[in-house]
Every structure is written in C-alpha cells, then in structure tokens.
C-alpha cells in the first residue's frame, strides 16, 4: 500500500537520527565486504541458534501484530503472510543453516584473461554494500533477507512496516546480539521502523548511503517504491499467476498441479490466480479441476463458456484477470488456441510465473520460448519458483525485471563485480 510508504517530510531531528544510523551501516559495510566465510557462517550459526533458543518471544511478539492485524482489518492473506508458529520459526532457522551450506560468491571470478601485453584482468563478484529492504506483513523476510546480505557480505537496512513491527523488533534484536557474539558489528543489520512511514520515505532518497534498494509487498507499494526512489532498485513484482490447460493436458496432472498451486498456500506470490483452459479440453477438464478446487473452499470466477460447464461458480469480471486474489479465488477461462491463452498471459501477466500441462512437446516449447515471464514451466506447479525449492536457501525476492537479476534472487544476485587489473610496469601504446 502507499500509505505504508509514504507521508510528509520527517522531523529535522527524525533525519539526523536515521541517517546516523545508514552512517552506521555504510562503515559496518567497509569490514563485512572482506570477512572470511568462515565469520559470516558463524554469524549465521549464531542466528540460527538465536531463532530456535527465542521462540516463546518470537511468538509472543507475533502474536500481538495479530491481534492488531485483525482489529485494523487486514486481510486473511495478509494475516497468514504476518502470522508466525513454532514449525515457521524453526523452517527459519534451517534456512538460515542452508545459507551456510551455500558457496560464498564474494570473490569468485566471473571471467577474466591476459592481455598479449602481459596485463592481467579479472572481473569477481563483490558486495554492493548497504541494501535496504521494504516490505510488508512479512517477518520472515527479515530473516531470509539478514541472512542472505551477511552471507553476501552486504549491510541491510529493514524497513518492515506497521503490521510486523513488533516481530520485527524482537527478530532484529535477536540477530544484532547473535551478529556481534561472532564478531561482526551489530551494524550490519539495521532497521527503520521506528520512524514509521517516514522511515521508508527517508530509505527511498538515501542515495549514497543505500546501495540498492529491494521493495516486496503489494503492487502498489513496489510501483511507489519503484517511481519514488532515489535509490537504484532491483523491483520485485506481484503474481499475476496463471496455468494453462493444454487440450492434451493429463487429467490427474490438471487436478494436482492446479489445487497445489492454488490451495497449498494461497496468499504467496507463486499461488495460481487464473486458469486458462484449450476449448478442446473444457469438458474434460474442468469439471475434476474445479470440483478438486470447490472442495477446498475456492470461489471460482468462471467466463461464460466456462460457468456453461461448470456451474458451480461465480461470473468473472474484467478486473478479476489482473487480480492477485491473495485468498481462496481463482479466475478461469476458456481458449481457442495456445495463441489466445499467450495473448491473455501477455495482456494481464505480472511476468512473474507461469505454467503449462501439456502432453504435446511442441506446444511444450512454444510456451517456453514466447511467455515472457521471470519463470516458465511445463507440467509442475507454480508454487516451485521459491528461493529455498531453488536450492537458494533463502531468497531475497523474487525479480520480475529484466536487469541485473531475474526470478528468485540468492546469493549471486547480492553482489556486484569488479575488475581487477594487475601488471608489471606496462604502459598504454
């Protein structure tokens, strides 16, 4: 939302305040970028320890941004991306462990040669330095996003939001005291939440101080963050997510994949929010499809030749194929032809994900090559683009541009390069 954005100028002593605190930041970044690995594992460690040794606190902090959660109204889809248990503190916890498992990047050679001259060159991946982060509702991405910039060798400045706030303060506290016990400033990892709003409108213009700047929420906030900043950022983007049903496509493969992508977890960015099905197909199709989907509690919102073969639903509305649902709703709709159903994902598609059940390896290929979108699949469920199903073990976000980075976003994807240039006395001809 804007609102959790943006609001009028900060206090001139708010600003001295927050930008001590980037000023912090920005030195913590000087040692941080040339720690061992072996430092910033065991920052890690530390963390993961932190997590599983403190959840009574995690919990009851959590529990409190519930209960305001729900007395201000937040959507179910909010509520269960806010909510916090003991089984989602400890999955933390193990993936702040695989981030350990994973190869450093800082220093790693990208490509490099020597000159006829004898000068030698070499381009290696390095931290950017201070990434902020502005997110909503969502106290795990502090964790993820801590662990993966410490790893990364990168400071981060969070700006959480209203909702988690008290999650957020209790989480960030336990990783500064974890952070410093291996050595590492408690610098390293900063957070903003305590000048509300203006925290994140004082983030988007700290240009200088803040590298690169990561917005995850709704559309709304990562369009505001994206128009606003001053800061260079790498945009993440809703999902628009949609599975299309070739007129091959197996029966039990429809069903499956479909209720996974839309059921597991329906407020999560990689959720199904429609369903496009090959005319040849509907009748076949979309009676198990949607009767699995009914079952489970969904609404579907149905074209008129989809409602004429399954009933049991609701008319679609224009501004049902651009809606990231967040909830048990999903939009459907026949085509005439693999043409039509790019065409669709074209016009309403947040280039996030999209999926094909098909039996046919040429149209298999067709929508590989022609959907322009982060990730693209055949015959499995959206819920597979995720930073940790990657083999990333956490992720940052997960990248709908085109520069610098595209689809979830780990380790590599936290560090910039550099050249290193070494010679012995040569001079340019």
């Known amino acids: 939302m804007v609102s959790t954005v943006l609001e009028s100028a900060p206090a001139t002593s708010d600003v001295a305040a927050f930008t001590h605190k980037l000023e912090a930041a920005k ?18 460690e530390q963390i993961a320890l932190a997590l599983t040794e403190n959840v009574g606190a995690i919990l009851s902090a959590n529990a409190d941004d519930l209960a305001r959660g729900r007395e201000n109204g937040l959507s179910a889809g909010l509520l269960d991306r806010l909510s916090l248990d003991e089984k989602r503190v400890r999955a933390l916890a193990r993936a702040v462990r695989d981030v350990i498992a994973l190869p450093d990047p800082v220093g790693t050679s990208v490509r490099g040669s020597r000159l006829p001259n004898g000068v030698s060159i070499q381009q290696v991946r390095v931290p950017f330095g201070v990434v ?29 939001g209203r909702a988690a706030e008290s999650s957020n303060r209790v989480l960030v506290q336990l990783i500064q005291q974890a952070i410093a016990a291996a050595g590492v400033s408690p610098d390293a990892v900063q957070t903003v939440d305590e000048f509300g709003r203006a925290g994140g409108t004082m983030l988007m213009q700290a240009r200088g101080l803040v590298d ?91 074209d008129a030749r989809a409602r004429a073969i399954f009933s049991d639903s609701v008319p679609v509305a224009d501004e049902d194929w651009a809606t990231e649902h967040m909830s048990l709703d999903v939009s459907v709709g026949v085509v005439d032809s693999l043409d039509e159903a790019i065409a669709h994902i074209r016009r309403y598609s947040t280039k996030h994900t999209e999926s094909i059940i098909t039996d046919d390896l040429g149209n298999a290929e067709r929508f590989l090559a022609e959907v322009d979108s982060a990730v693209v699949m055949v015959n499995a469920s959206t819920r597979f683009t995720d930073g940790g199903e990657f083999g990333f073990g956490a992720e940052v976000g997960i990248s709908t541009q085109k520069l610098h980075a595209r689809g979830p976003m780990g380790l590599p994807e936290l560090t910039s390069t550099k050249w290193i240039v070494r010679g012995t006395g040569q001079a340019r001809e």
């Open 212 to 302: 690169v700047l990561i917005p995850r929420g709704s559309a709304d906030l990562i369009r505001t963050v994206v128009e606003s900043s001053t800061v260079p950022v790498i945009e993440t983007g809703a999902g628009v997510v949609h599975i299309v049903l070739d007129a091959s496509a197996k029966e039990q493969w429809a069903v499956d994949i479909v209720r996974n992508a839309k059921v597991q977890r329906p407020s999560v960015c990689n959720a199904v929010e429609t369903v496009l099905v090959h005319r040849d197909a509907a009748s076949r199709l979309l009676p198990p499809v949607l009767s699995a989907l009914r079952a489970d509690g969904v609404t579907v919102h149905a």
């Open 27 to 44: 030195s913590a970044a000087i040692p941080l970028a040339t720690a061992t690995t072996e430092r910033k594992n065991d920052a890690l």
């Open 132 to 160: 902020g982060a502005i997110y909503e509702a969502r106290p795990n991405v502090t964790v993820d996003i801590a662990a993966l910039a410490l790893k990364s060798g990168n400071c981060v400045v969070l700006r959480g």
